[in-house]
């Protein structure tokens, strides 16, 4: 006999308890009692995090004032990742969270694009791309128009830890329970081997009928408690270590990450209101911790604040992240290195799709294998796209960039390089996060280089194609003039 869910609790607190908290009490109320336990004596991985456009539906959702968002969190504006050494060292691309161009026929924009180059054309993909020319002018406004042409989407950096504090104040307000405490043991059920209660260890027991664990790396309910094996990517990720050091902040705020490549896996930079939020990606089969310490500290834009903390990690996912009565959110779940700032997105979608499927009546196989299906496929299509970057390159500078350009890819990610290699097209799958111009941005700058194009596009005159693509141009260019600097935007809108 099933049991109706009528009490959630979340083990473990910081940016995915939090989350979880917020959106599962806002959507249930007085439906779901939520209790959430945590211990001010563990540490969460608190960073500068970088993040992608659909935080702001989550915001929006949680009916978070944005001006107010932004100052609770240190925040900026984020319109794109810009990728340093990753092709060949001194070259670098942009990842914009915009489409370039505008829709011209049947095909999307890169053929025609294409096209015109056969032709003449001398500008880049980018130089069609509002997102790019703000990046590199330092320009942000928020743009109200129905044209699609003048679309400017945007994610944002924020302090991490200042957003879980955030969102807990929020939580508490709505009605969820936060206990301190240490999780000494997990009570399970004899018969079902379902979860039943966390122990204190001061004593005190906390029941539940369904349990979230956002426990981190440990995993303490899933895979501790109820045994799920984790499926490790390092054959295909082999970085497994990162040092993270916060510095003073710039005069002038960009509005963009920075990802610049080393010998043996790469840097971020991201820009908050009162820091920079700075690190280092390497594995340790290549790069040494003091190798990455020196290359870390050497190539910092502002004083280091504080000595670089060491987080150790494994790629990967926990197999299942449903089992039984425990829904894994977080690193519990699966570990991604930020390079796409898919980290917080992985906690977002996993607790929209604990809503959805929300066993308001009871847990079923058939909630559970969907939630699974679901999760292994975002996992592995945000996976392959990370591996992209890495395994299409052309440096020769070291035996890391060499071994990634050489090493076996999943077949997905091979069929999806071939097709656009032989016919600049792209594919989607369902549950994959990025769409087609992501793919094409980071196909192109990784210098994966079509050899044909659809067809529509040889429809138009050499002149037809290239004035086109001139309007296009001048188009993009127009809301540059109305546009203010990234920082006077922040200044202005926030209040500060």
């Known amino acids: 006999m099933q049991t109706p869910v009528k009490k959630l609790v979340i083990a473990g607190g910081g ?15 007085h439906q779901l009692e939520v209790e959430l336990v945590e211990s001010e004596d563990i540490g969460i991985i608190g960073v500068g995090e970088a993040t992608i456009p659909p935080i702001q539906i989550f915001n929006q959702y949680l009916g978070l004032d944005e001006k107010e968002f932004l100052r609770e969190t240190n925040a900026t504006i984020k319109l794109a990742i810009k990728f340093e050494n990753w092709r060949v060292k001194g070259e670098s691309y942009y990842h914009t969270f915009g489409a ?4 011209l026929g049947v095909a999307n924009f890169q ?29 942000f406004n928020k743009i109200k128009t129905p044209n699609p042409v003048y679309d400017m989407p945007y994610a944002y950096h924020f302090d991490s830890a200042l957003y879980g504090k955030y969102l807990r104040k929020l939580a508490e307000q709505a009605g969820v329970v936060r206990t301190e405490g240490l999780i000494e043991h997990v009570k399970q059920n004899c018969e079902n ?7 204190l260890k001061d004593g005190r027991e906390v029941t539940g009928d369904l349990f979230i664990d956002c426990t981190g790396l440990r995993g303490l309910l899933i895979r501790k408690t109820l045994g799920l094996a984790y499926e490790r990517w390092d054959h295909y990720l082999p970085a497994n270590s990162a040092l993270a050091v916060p510095t003073e902040r710039f005069e002038q705020t960009l509005p963009y990450t920075r990802s610049i490549a080393h010998s043996a896996g790469w840097q971020w930079r991201i820009p908050l209101t009162h820091r920079n939020g700075n690190g280092i ?39 299942e992240q449903w089992h039984k009565n425990v829904v894994a959110v977080g690193l519990s779940s699966g570990f991604l290195e930020p390079l796409e ?10 607790i929209v799709r604990l809503m959805k499927m929300f066993p308001n009546q009871g847990i079923s196989e058939a909630q559970v294998s969907a939630y699974n299906a679901e999760s292994k496929d975002e996992f592995e299509t ?21 071994d990634m350009r050489n090493m076996a890819i999943p077949h997905r990610l091979q069929e999806k390089l071939a097709l656009f290699k032989e016919t600049a097209g792209i594919f989607n799958d369902a549950n994959d996060i990025f769409r087609d111009s992501s793919w094409l941005q980071v196909m192109l700058g990784q210098g994966l280089l079509p050899i044909d194009y659809h067809p529509s596009a040889r429809t138009y005159t050499k002149e037809q194609l290239l004035e086109m ?28």
């Open 341 to 350: 700032s898919t980290s917080i997105h992985l906690i977002q979608s996993a």
């Open 111 to 139: 053929h025609y694009w294409l096209r015109a180059k056969e032709l003449g054309l001398t500008q880049s993909l980018w130089d069609f791309d509002l997102n790019y020319l703000c990046c590199e002018q330092g320009l």
């Open 281 to 319: 990606v390497y594995s340790s089969s290549y790069l040494s911790d003091e190798q990455a310490y020196q290359t870390l500290m050497n190539n910092l834009d502002s004083k280091a604040l504080a000595e670089p903390k060491k987080i150790s990690f494994e790629t990967g996912r926990t197999t």
């Open 469 to 496: 693509m001139q309007k296009i141009r001048i188009a993009k260019q127009q809301p540059l003039a109305k546009l203010t600097s990234h920082d006077e935007f922040l200044a202005l809108y926030t209040g500060q």
């Open 382 to 402: 945000i996976r392959d796209f990370i591996i992209l970057h890495y395994h299409v390159n052309e440096r020769d500078d070291s035996d890391f960039w060499q």
């Open 100 to 103: 370039p161009g505008a829709t």
């Open 193 to 199: 081997g379902f979860v039943q209660s966390l122990l």
């Open 15 to 29: 940016t995915a308890g939090w989350m979880a908290a917020a959106l599962l009490k806002k959507v249930f109320a």
